[in-house]
């Protein structure tokens, strides 16, 4: 099946003036259309998957170059997915799925759902309706989609931590119908005025991020640290935490001094700290078969007008591949990294010291053609994980 006819798809869907209706019926049509086996409504999800992943199949025009090469998937730029959450933070109803509700919001969510008071059943419907509006703009990795829609209309567990608690939840609406017109997540002044703390479960333990969340207040909180990296839930203090679970602070010798703290972006957080894990771990296999000794790892992160860059460089070390090797054929460990974990959530960039007087940067994943460009004289290998 030829890719235009999925772009042609993708652009009926993402125009303004497209109804939620109308956007129902081409879905339909398009599934006619599409050699796709399955009910109605499986060919209409199929279609919606390949067309909401960003990643249309084009089975005619099998990739050439060695960045997109058959072993790896088809690239997903990074950018899609921060354009996506900047929007849903933004938006006048979804805004207050990942922050504590205070009085200005309650007062713009009565007035959405056309309501005096708070009303759970209304403003469930808002942000259904609100978070569908956003998935026909934006084409986000079906990973994503699937954690938010189940964070929102419910249906199964969500995030690493298999969350049950959701918008949905029978326990919700159980507190609620005894708490008519009170918010579920009110932050401190709307508790103070009310005399209400909101809707209150039994306390489970974040992995991630090594807390505990017993409020929905709380949760709302929990839910936008999965995306959001700002002060309060910053990089450095998540590798830090990443390097005590995994008893590296005796194995490496880790700098996180610039690492700043007040660095905001927007990304998938838990698939970024798999993805610092991973090439943790392939510095120390690397530095246990080559008898390098104790790595000596400088984490940074550096930001323009348009990306953010997390570096991790380890210093004591040089790139066991030629630069031609490198740029032909990445390896299996970084066909993992790049399949499983970064692509669609970051770009990745290998600047190295690769033996004989040769130093360069090499585009490892970009969704460009695979390349080596000469540097100056470098010292070690530095893994730059690109964030737009």
């Given at each position: 099946m030829a890719k235009t006819k999925y772009d042609f798809i993708k652009e009926l869907l993402e125009d303004k003036k497209v109804s939620q209706n109308q956007r129902k019926r081409i879905l339909e049509l398009a599934s006619k259309e599409i050699s796709i086996e399955g009910t109605l409504e499986e060919r209409v999800q199929k279609i919606e998957d390949i067309v909401f992943s960003h990643n249309p199949p084009d089975n005619n025009h099998p990739p050439t170059n060695p960045s997109t090469a058959p072993n790896l998937p088809v690239y997903i730029d990074p950018l899609i997915l921060s354009k996506f959450l900047r929007a849903y933070n933004k938006d006048s109803m979804l805004k207050y799925t990942c922050?504590?509700?205070?009085?200005?919001?309650?007062?713009?969510?009565?007035?959405?759902?056309?309501?005096?008071?708070?009303?759970?059943?209304?403003?469930?419907?808002?942000?259904?309706?609100?978070?569908?509006?956003?998935?026909?703009?934006?084409?986000?990795?079906?990973?994503?989609?699937?954690?938010?829609?189940?964070?929102?209309?419910?249906?199964?567990?969500?995030?690493?931590?298999?969350?049950?608690?959701?918008?949905?939840?029978?326990?919700?609406?159980?507190?609620?119908?005894?708490?008519?017109?009170?918010?579920?997540?009110?932050?401190?002044?709307?508790?103070?005025?009310?005399?209400?703390?909101?809707?209150?479960?039994?306390?489970?333990?974040?992995?991630?991020?090594?807390?505990?969340?017993?409020?929905f207040s709380q949760l709302v909180i929990h839910f936008k640290n999965l995306f959001h990296i700002r002060a309060d839930n910053s990089l450095k203090k998540l590798i830090e935490n990443v390097n005590a679970k995994n008893d590296w602070n005796e194995r490496i010798e880790c700098s996180t001094i610039n690492l700043r703290n007040n660095v905001e972006f927007f990304t998938d957080v838990n698939k970024l700290l798999q993805a610092y894990k991973k090439i943790i771990t392939i510095i120390l296999d690397i530095s246990e078969t080559h008898n390098l000794g104790k790595p000596e790892i400088d984490l940074s992160i550096k930001e323009d007008e348009n990306v953010t860059l997390f570096s991790i460089h380890h210093k004591n070390s040089t790139y066991k591949k030629t630069i031609k090797n490198t740029v032909e054929r990445i390896g299996q460990k970084h066909t993992e990294l790049i399949e499983k974990l970064i692509n669609g959530v970051c770009d990745l960039y290998i600047q190295a010291d690769f033996e004989n007087n040769e130093f360069a940067r090499i585009n490892i994943w970009d969704g460009e053609e695979r390349k080596a460009n000469t540097i100056n004289k470098f010292c070690g290998v530095e893994y730059q994980l690109i964030i737009k």
């Open positions: 922050h504590e509700i205070d009085k200005d919001g309650l007062i713009t969510i009565n007035e959405k759902c056309g309501t005096e008071a708070f009303n759970l059943i209304k403003y469930q419907e808002q942000i259904t309706n609100s978070f569908k509006e956003h998935i026909t703009q934006f084409s986000i990795p079906k990973n994503i989609w699937a954690l938010i829609n189940a964070y929102l209309n419910g249906g199964k567990e969500w995030s690493s931590d298999k969350v049950k608690i959701n918008w949905q939840s029978a326990e919700l609406l159980e507190w609620y119908n005894n708490n008519i017109g009170f918010v579920p997540n009110p932050d401190s002044g709307l508790v103070i005025e009310n005399n209400n703390l909101g809707f209150n479960f039994t306390p489970f333990r974040s992995k991630i991020f090594d807390t505990t969340i017993g409020s």
